[in-house]
């Protein structure tokens, strides 16, 4: 298995009996699949700059990078000052007041000042880079130690909520209700106080950000699903994508936009219909920009793109040196991104031209390495199943609209591997 730089050879003997014929590899793929692997999101230090979205407050830009630092810079791109931790900073930030929350690789939640200065920090047992949600009391976030926490704003804990595996999911607001996703599939409805209203089990891990809108909350899997939910936990609707997807849907103008790692950021209605979309060479950025005339578009290959919101052609298109992963805003004629080059951009939001840029400490771009790497022998169980003319395949695939496929009823998902075996072997170009 290859992902991301990391490689690691799989061999296994199987004894067969010739009277099952043609064999799909199913059982296999199903027990490497819950077995202990990489977390997907582990970066090694360097000066990237990852995930997570840029703050502008007072006249000064707020971001994190991978050379654990976060910084503060002006709006020409000169640095104000910077706070060190000590581990990676992927993820996203909080400002409320005067007050700036963030998490770290160092399994530390802080609270600093706009001015740079620890106001405390709050220790758990995971790296954090899930996004904070400011409350009026409380601040919110998910953790690598499976856990989602609220903290009063001077640091001590007022709950936390158990799930069964990372939360890399940054949570969001209802109807009094919180939202979030975990890597152990589910979407989880928690009351205010921290107890479970329901959850809500996908076939894929939910590491993105949910969003809500008019008693709908919307969310995308692994399982290359992008789901609709009520308030109560009913499925609404589900519509099949072609990538896996990590990105977070947001709604603009009564539409919602979806990255995917196929490249192609997608427009659906509220209802799941797909109305259009933007095709990318590789993985999207996490969280597309508007500025009421265009979309901005970041992309692994390493470019950024505006797109026309009126007829969806190019606008233009500006190359970086690096990786964009992140989600950039719209201020004062600029486009702010960070890029996992090492720096941090200011485009022109007219013509795609740098104004300035500011490189982070370190010139090396950030290694993807992994949390979990066997040593030994590694024991699997191993199922075979006959092949058959009605392979799940044939169900994932019903009900397809256009390029993608909504599916309206909820009991033709299953809990299995959805998909065919050749979706999941396949390789996205310097990816997989």
């Known amino acids: 298995m290859k992902a991301y730089g990391y490689q690691q050879d799989i061999s296994f003997t199987a004894k067969l009996d010739p009277s099952f014929g043609s064999l799909q590899i199913i059982g296999m793929l199903e027990t490497l699949r819950e077995a202990k692997k990489p977390t997907l999101f582990n970066i090694g230090e360097g000066g990237s700059i ?80 899930s996004q904070p949600l400011v409350l009026k009391d409380l601040i919110i976030f998910g953790s ?91 499925h609404l609707w589900t519509y099949g994508l072609k990538g896996e997807c990590f990105a977070s849907p947001v709604i603009y103008k009564e539409s919602v936009y979806l990255g995917s790692d196929d490249g192609m950021m997608r427009v659906f209605s ?21 500025d009421g005339r265009n979309m901005y578009v970041v992309s692994a290959d390493h470019n950024i793109y505006a797109v026309s919101l009126k007829d969806h052609s190019l606008v233009w298109k500006a190359s970086t040196r690096g990786l964009n992963w992140g989600t950039p805003i719209v201020f004062r004629g600029m486009l702010l991104n ?57 169900k994932y695939r019903s009900g397809k609209q256009q390029e993608g496929g909504m599916e309206s009823l909820y009991g033709s998902l299953d809990t299995g591997y959805m998909g065919s075996k050749k979706e999941y072997v396949r390789r996205k170009k310097g990816y997989r």
Not at 273 to 287: H, S
Not at 353 to 378: H, I, R
């Open 50 to 129: 990852m995930v997570g979205r840029p703050l502008v407050k007072g006249g000064r830009i707020f971001f994190g990078a991978a050379d654990r630092k976060l910084y503060c810079i002006d709006l020409q791109g000169n640095k104000v000052w910077d706070f060190e931790t000590k581990g990676p900073l992927i993820g996203y930030m909080a400002i409320d007041g005067d007050a700036i929350y963030f998490g770290s690789y160092d399994h530390n939640f802080y609270a600093i000042s706009t001015d740079g200065e620890l106001l405390w920090k709050f220790p758990t047992e995971g790296k954090i880079y």
């Open 144 to 234: 690598e130690d499976h856990k989602l926490y609220a903290l009063t704003k001077d640091g001590r804990l007022a709950w936390k909520f158990p799930s069964k595996a990372q939360v890399p999911s940054g949570p969001c607001l209802g109807k009094d209700s919180i939202y979030f996703g975990s890597y152990d599939r589910n979407l989880y409805c928690l009351s205010l106080e921290g107890s479970l209203k329901w959850k809500f089990e996908s076939n894929g891990m939910v590491l993105c950000n949910p969003a809500y809108h008019r008693g709908a909350i919307y969310f995308a899997s692994y399982d290359k699903r992008l789901y609709s939910l009520g308030e109560d936990g009913q």
């Open 270 to 290: 509220l209802g799941g219909r797909f109305l259009w979309g933007f095709q990318t060479r590789d993985m999207t950025g996490n969280e597309p920009a508007f």
């Open 338 to 394: 960070g890029c996992w080059d090492c720096n941090f951009y200011a485009f022109s939001i007219k013509d795609g031209s740098v104004l300035w840029k500011f490189q982070t400490s370190s010139t090396v771009q950030s290694p993807f390495e992994p949390d979990f790497a066997p040593k030994g022998e590694q024991t699997f169980s191993v199922v075979w199943q006959p092949a058959t003319e009605s392979v799940r395949e044939d």
